[in-house]
Structure formats: structure tokens, C-alpha cells
């Protein structure tokens, strides 16, 4: 029985211990950046590791009303991009805080 109970001691430190790392690499992904960039560079999307948009830059020169619809265009692929590459990111800080365990996508986890 005390050989079960010192198991279960370590089985819980070491939950404790990945719930922790996890914890910490969420904290991390809030100030890792990540940036994509569509038509040469005039339009960028900035998101965090959580996929947070944080910046959307256009350069001024295709800001006119007439590059209404292409603007529209160049921003979702720029934002899908961005979001794409936050995701990554999010799973390979995740995978390296879990230290490769197999954990499964949990909504809200990352």
C-alpha cells in the first residue's frame, strides 16, 4: 500500500509540474509575436502567441477608395497567415512544455 501511495505522490507532483509549465508557456505566448505580410509587404497582420491580432499595417500607398475590394482581400489572407503561423507557434510551445505528450485539443487550452 505505501508502495501505491508514494505512485500516486509522484503521479500528482508530476501533474502539477506540467500544469505549471503549461501555465508558464501560456504567460509566454501573450508576448511572443508573430507577423505575416501579403502583396510585397503593403499589407502586414502582427498576432500573438494566443492568436490575438495586435497590429494591422498598410502601407499608404494602396489605401484608396478604389482598392476597396482588394484591400478586403490582401487583409483576410494577411490575418488567416498570421493566425496560421500564432497557431504553430502556440502548438510547439505547448508540445515543448508537455514535453511531447500526446494532450489533446482542449477549446480554450491554446
Do not use: C, W, Y
Not at 504567460?27 to 500573438?48: F, H, T
Not at 504553430?88 to 500526446?102: D, W
Amino acid at each position: 500500500m505505501k508502495l501505491l501511495d508514494g505512485q500516486l505522490g509522484k503521479l500528482l507532483q508530476q501533474a502539477q509540474k506540467l500544469q505549471a509549465d503549461m501555465a508558464r508557456a501560456q504567460e509566454e505566448l501573450k508576448n511572443m509575436r508573430v507577423e505575416a505580410a501579403v502583396d510585397a509587404g503593403s499589407v502586414r497582420v502582427v498576432a500573438d502567441g494566443r492568436q490575438q491580432i495586435i497590429d494591422i499595417i498598410l502601407d499608404p500607398g494602396i489605401i484608396h477608395p478604389a482598392n476597396a475590394r482588394v484591400i478586403q482581400q490582401l487583409l483576410m489572407e494577411a490575418v488567416n497567415k498570421a493566425l496560421e503561423k500564432s497557431k504553430n507557434l502556440a502548438n510547439q510551445e505547448m508540445n515543448r512544455a508537455t514535453g511531447g505528450l500526446n494532450i489533446p485539443n482542449i477549446p480554450g487550452l491554446f
